[in-house]
């Protein structure tokens, strides 16, 4: 319900804003696959589509001039009819890639293409238990699955075929039955509505369908589902159906009774072949997968049968060398997005946290990395930085030991000063050797004291020295007892003094 009312929350928000003369550059349209269900258009989004699915647009509040650009190169314009659903395009072969979609004064959007095989296939998420075990789930709409010898395999699920009929059985006296059709994973989308940021998520429905009875004539014993047509959405439906699990959940009104609901998943293959014993989720060795790779069980669809197939994540490596020291380093960390950093020694794997099934080209990698050494930053002074897969790089920078000592004015040590470079902690005491990467640095300490800083760049300095100037206790007591003695002394000087005066009356 949750979900359903930020889904509402954010149709109104869409459907309710203020529509702007037609003067104005500006207006609201909504993207689908053609079912009654539509997803807002956010600029900067990703949509997916697959080859023989339609791309519709519905402008809701007036004409919208819409820019199609192919991954292929070709470019079609179109006008979006305010009010009106349109299609726009039906995804062939040859546009796999990313395609463009421009609304003229709303923003872009990015559409990726997959082949049907490719999104059959499915996708690998790599996660990380430990640093040496990995855990590998299959993910998106697919076929496919890692094959088990357990003692208790999963429930069998009924395979079905599209453009087919489904029979839900239904309780003795229902006076009301909803069933959808719906994918395990929501749709997810991010993007700007003007200068607004938002995310929009809500339930990857295929299909909905709702059967109503009275008392006097209940619902018979069963109702027909229809199983849309491979590409299409069915009614009431946001998505299109795909090869792979479907989750079928039924709701029930029962006279005399509290609503009941069940649910279940079926399995929507070419044909009607039982899929082997697999599962959703394997662990498996950090070594054996760089290795050896793992087995899926995958489907040919040329072939109309199910095989198995290894795969092997591409994997980078890489270590940071210390010139000025003369050492490679361990105290650092390297994080890529996308991708896991899992630490060896001194050496870190990169594997990505993504990997598809069906194929797998493993590419040159060039990024920025968030690289933090010696507990410094220092991801803008070594990117981008170019990472060939099965290979190691060598990160290079140069670093120096250094001094870093508090004192009072008076010389010795403050025993108790928090030192910090550039804000982060390093360590406790009146003397730290700390290593660092050559540059300029702002040193810091907090003592019970008061707080004391300075800058310096360690490429010409070794030892950096913060004086704190302030008035000790130990100090403090020898000013009062300097005091003292000074106005001791005074008294003194005054009654000498006055006893030389009566002397002279």
């Keep these: 319900m949750e979900r359903l009312a930020a ?24 993207i689908g696959y053609g079912g009654d269900k539509y997803m807002p258009f956010l600029d900067g989004a990703v949509y997916t589509f697959l080859v023989g699915e339609r791309l519709y647009v519905l402008a809701v509040d007036r004409d919208l001039s819409v820019t199609l650009t192919l991954g292929s190169g070709g470019s079609y314009a179109f006008l979006a009819t305010h009010g009106e659903p349109q299609l726009i395009w039906e995804f062939r072969g040859e546009d796999v890639g990313t395609a463009i979609l421009n609304i003229h004064g709303l923003g872009s959007a990015s559409l990726r293409v997959l082949g049907v095989e490719e999104a059959t296939a499915g996708w690998i998420r790599v996660s990380k238990v430990d640093d040496d075990l990995l855990e590998l789930s299959i993910i998106g709409t697919s076929l496919s699955g890692f094959e088990t010898q357990e003692a208790t395999p999963a429930p069998a699920r009924i395979i ?62 069963s109702v027909s589902v229809r199983i849309p047509e491979i590409g299409r959405p069915g009614p009431g439906g946001l998505v299109p159906l795909r090869y792979g699990v479907l989750v079928v959940i039924a709701q029930y009104v029962v006279q005399g009774a509290p609503r009941r609901e069940q649910s279940w998943e079926i399995l929507v293959s070419p044909f009607l072949e039982e899929i082997p014993t697999v599962s959703e989720t394997t662990r498996v060795s950090l070594s054996r997968l760089l290795r050896e790779g793992v087995e899926v069980v995958v489907v040919n669809l040329s072939k109309q049968s199910f095989e198995k197939r290894v795969v092997r994540p591409p994997h980078y490596r890489v270590v940071v060398y210390d010139e000025g ?33 069906a194929s797998l080209d493993p590419q040159t990698l060039k990024v920025v990395p968030e690289l933090t050494v010696y507990k410094i930053k220092l991801s803008g002074a070594v990117g981008p930085v170019v990472f060939e897969p099965d290979s190691r790089t060598v990160l290079r920078i140069r670093g120096r030991e250094v001094s870093v000592s508090v004192r009072f004015a008076a010389g010795y040590p403050v025993a108790d000063a928090a030192v910090y470079v550039n804000g982060s902690f390093a360590g406790v005491g009146g003397m730290l050797r700390l290593r660092l990467p050559i540059g300029l640095y702002n040193f810091s300490a907090m003592t019970s004291y008061g707080a004391v800083s300075r800058v310096a760049d360690i490429s010409e300095e070794g030892e950096v020295v913060l004086v704190l100037r302030v008035l000790t206790q130990e100090t403090l007591a020898l000013m009062v007892m300097l005091g003292v003695q000074l106005s001791y002394l005074f008294l003194s000087l005054l009654r000498h003094r006055g006893g030389l005066m009566r002397a002279r009356g």
């Design 7 to 30: 889904t509402l929350l954010l149709a109104a928000l869409f459907l309710n804003m203020p529509a702007p003369s037609n003067s104005e550059v500006g207006g609201h349209i909504l």
């Design 160 to 221: 079905v075929s599209p453009n087919s009929t489904l029979t839900v059985s239904l309780p003795p006296r229902t006076l009301y039955a909803r069933v959808l059709l719906k994918y395990k994973e929501d749709v997810s989308l991010s993007g700007y509505v003007s200068d607004l940021y938002l995310t929009y998520s809500a339930e990857s429905i295929v299909a909905e369908y709702n059967y109503t009875g009275t008392i006097d004539s209940p619902l018979a014993g």
């Design 325 to 357: 020291l003369g050492e490679y380093v361990t105290d650092y960390s390297l994080a890529v997005p996308g991708y896991l950093s899992i630490r060896n020694d001194s050496e870190t794997i990169l594997i990505p946290t993504s990997v598809p099934v």
